[in-house]
C-alpha cells in the first residue's frame, strides 16, 4: 500500500479554538491546565481525522500553542538569558513571556516564515548559547497518539533551519553553535528512539535556498552527525526547487527525501534518479500553500512512471504543511456550490491524497466515483464565465506605459504638498487601525448575520470614528486616520468587495500566536464594482480640521495574503488589483482627502526563496504599487506601511516604489534598520516606528526618545515621521491611550531638542527643508 502522510496539519481548531482558549487563558479566565487540555484534545481530533482518511502516520510535533519554532527554543533549551528564566516556570508561561513579552522584556523578534504568513519567533542566540535538549513535551505527545493506536512521525524543525532563523547580535557566528547544537538534536533524536517512533520529518526549508558554501557543507556535517541517533530521517524540503541542494540532499545519510512537487515538479524524477536504491521519496504532490482542487490526471501522469521506478519506496504526501490552508471545506455550507467544487482545504487534501494511494494500489476503477467527480469540478472551472471578464483583461491589456510614474519626482512633489499642507516637523501619525474592542467585532458580527441593520450598524461605526477623531486630536497627532473600525482584516475587507474574489467564512489560516486570518480566495478576474473606503474615509474628514489620511492595502499585499488562483501569472492578477486600488485611490483623491496610505506589508515576503528570482519579482511588484498609486496629484500625498520584515537587501525596490512617506517597523530591532535606510540614502519621507503593538505593553517616553535620537541621526528631520510600528487593532484602549500620549511626547521633546540645537526657528525650518 502507498504511504500517505502530510508533513504538518493545522493547528488552531476548526473553529479556532486554540485561539480562544489561548485568549482566555492570556485574560485570566481559564487556567493553563484548561489551555494544555484544548491543546491535548485538539490533537488528538487531528490525528484522528489523518487516520480516518487513511494516513499511514500522524505527525506528531506540528503542533504549537504559539509557534513551533518557539516550541523548538523550548526542546533545544535555549531560551534568551535575557530573560532569566529558573527553570521552575512552566513551559507555556515561559513560551508566552517570550512571544508576548514581560514588562521587563520585550519579546523576541517576530517574522515571516519563509514565503508564508506565517510568522514565527526568531531564536535569539549569542556565541555562547548553550543547548540542552528537553524533549519531555514532545514525548508526551508521542505518547499520546500512540496511547489513541496511532502509528507516529515525528517532526522536528531541522537543525540548519532552526540555525538559519535564528539571529545574533554582533557578527554571524551561527554556524559556529552547530556542533552543540546537533548535541542537543542528537539527544531528541535518541529519546524519540526510545519511545518506538520509527520515522521523524527533518524539516529543512532552508533547502529551498541558494546556500552558500558555507551552509551547505554544515548541512552535510550536520545530517553526518545525526546519522544513527535515531528513528529514520525524512529530509524535508519545502516551498521551493531544492536547485543545487538536490544532489546533495540525495546524498546525505538519511532514509528518505521529501520534495515540493507543486512548486518544483521538475525535481520528482531527479531526486527519484539521485537517491540511494534503499532511500524513500516522499512526494509532496497536493499543494500545501493553495486551496485549488488538484487535477488527478496531472498528477496521476507524474506519479505513476515515478511509482514504476520506486515501487514503496514512493510516498504520497502534500507539498508542505497544511498550516498554510484552511482546515475544512465541510464548514463552508453557504459557499455558493459551483465555487465550493473547485476547492479543497486540509481535510479535503487529505482525502485527495487517499484517492490518489488508492489508485496507484488498485487502479482507476477503485475510485472511479472520486475521479469523475474531480474531472468534473475542474471542467467546470476552466469554463465558467465568472472566471473571466473582458473588460478587465482589455484595461491591463492597453495600460499606459506611464501608468505607474507620478507627475513630478518627489522633490517637487513634496514642496506640492508642503503647500497644501502645513505639518510640523516630525509630524506624529499611526498606521491606520485603533483598537477592535470585543464591542466592534459583535457590531460587525450582528451585522453580518443580519441581527444589526445597515442603518444602525453605520451609525455605530460612524459614532466610533468619531471617537477615534476626537481622541487623536486630543492627543495632539498630526495626521488623523477614522481607525478602520469596519474592517476586520485589511485583506479581506477589500476582497469582500471586489469582483472575481470569494470569501469563506470559516476558512481561518494561523498567522501568528492566537491570530487567524481568512484569506480571500482570487478566483477570477478582478475589478471594483464600487467606492471601498471613499465613505468613511470622507465622513472622519467631516469632522476634524486636521488631516485625515485614507487607507488601502496595497496590490501587492492583497496579492499575497489571499489564496490565487492558479491558471494565470500572479502578475496578472496583480495588476488587476492595482487598476481596482488605483481607481479607489483617485475616488478618494477627489473627495477631498490629501494624504492616502497604500499599505504594502507583504511587499516583502513576496520575495521568491530563491535569490536569483528577486529581481523580476521586485521589478514587477513595485511597478504594480506604482500603478496604484500612481494617478494622483503631485500635492496628494502617498504613505506606504511595511512591518515584520528584513528590509535591508531591498531598499533599492522601496525606493523604487516611490511612496512620498514610508513608516515601517523598526523598534523591535531598536532602529537597526535605519542605518540601512540612511547608508542607501533612501530618499523620500521615511516614519520608523517607535513602539512596538504587538506586545501589550505601554512604551515609556525615554524609550522612544531614544529611538527618535537614533532617528535624527540618520535621516533629515524633514523628511521624519513617527509613529508606531503598525496598526493598534489588537491593543486595548487604555494601552493605546498611554502609548500614544508617551509618543506624540516623545515627538515633542525631540522638536524641543533639535530647536535647541539648531538654536532657532528658522534654524529648525531649515532643518525640515532638507
Ligand atoms: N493599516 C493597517 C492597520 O493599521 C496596517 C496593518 C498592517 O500593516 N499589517 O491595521
Ligand atoms: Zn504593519
Known sequence: MTMLHVPGYPRIGVRRELKFALERHWRGEITEQALEETGRELRLRHWAQQRDAGMSFVTVGDFAFYDHVLEMIDLLG????????????????????????????????????????????????????????????????????????????????????????????????????LETLLDAYRDVLGRLAEAGVAWVQMDEPVLALELTEAWRTALATAYRALHGSGPKMLLAGYFGALGENLSLACMLPVQGLHVDAVRAPQELLRAAQALPSDAVLSAGIIDGRNVWRADPDAVLAQLVPLRERLDQRLWLSTSCSLLHVPHDLGQETDLDPELRGWLSFARQKLDELRVLGRVLDAGESAEADALKAARSALAARRRSPRVCNERVRQRVAVLDAGADRRTSPYGARQAAQRARLELPCLPTTTIGSFPQTREIRAARADHRAGRLNQVYYRAYLQTEIARVIRLQESLGLDVLVHGEPERNDMVQYFGEQLDGVLITRHGWVQSYGSRCVNPPVIYGDVSRPAPMTVDWTTYAQGLTPRPVKGMLTGPVTILQWSFVRDDQPRTETCLQLALAIRDEALDLERAGIGIIQIDEPAFREGLPLARSHWDAYLDWAAR????????????????????????????????????????????????????????????????????????????????????????????????????????LKTRTWPETRAALENMVYAAQVMRERLNAETGSASGIREAVMK
Open 624 to 727: 504594480c504599487f506604482r500603478i496604484a498609486a500612481g494617478g494622483v496629484r503631485d500635492d496628494t500625498r502617498i504613505h506606504t506601511h511595511m512591518c515584520y520584515s528584513e528590509f535591508n537587501d531591498i531598499l533599492p525596490a522601496i525606493a523604487a516604489m516611490d511612496a512620498d512617506v514610508i513608516t515601517i517597523e523598526t523598534s523591535r530591532s531598536h532602529m537597526e534598520l535605519l542605518n540601512a535606510f540612511a547608508e542607501f540614502h533612501y530618499p523620500n519621507g521615511i516614519g520608523p516606528g517607535v513602539y512596538d503593538v504587538h506586545a501589550p505593553r505601554v512604551p515609556s517616553v525615554e524609550e522612544m526618545t531614544a529611538l527618535l535620537e537614533k532617528a535624527v541621526a540618520v535621516v533629515s528631520p524633514g523628511r521624519l515621521w513617527v509613529n508606531p510600528d503598525c496598526g
Open 78 to 177: 535555549c531560551a534568551p538569558a535575557r530573560f532569566g528564566f529558573r527553570g521552575d516556570e512552566s513551559p507555556l508561561s515561559r513560551q508566552f513571556a517570550m512571544a508576548r513579552g514581560t514588562p521587563a522584556q520585550p519579546a523576541l523578534e517576530m517574522t515571516k516564515w519563509f514565503d508564508t504568513n506565517y510568522h514565527y519567533l526568531v531564536p535569539e542566540l549569542s556565541p555562547d548559547t548553550a543547548f540542552t535538549a528537553g524533549p519531555e513535551r514532545l514525548l508526551e505527545q508521542v505518547g499520546e497518539a500512540r496511547g489513541a493506536g496511532h502509528p507516529v512521525k515525528a517532526v522536528l524543525v531541522g537543525p540548519l533551519t532552526f540555525l538559519w532563523l535564528s539571529k545574533m547580535r554582533g557578527p554571524d557566528r551561527r554556524l559556529e553553535l
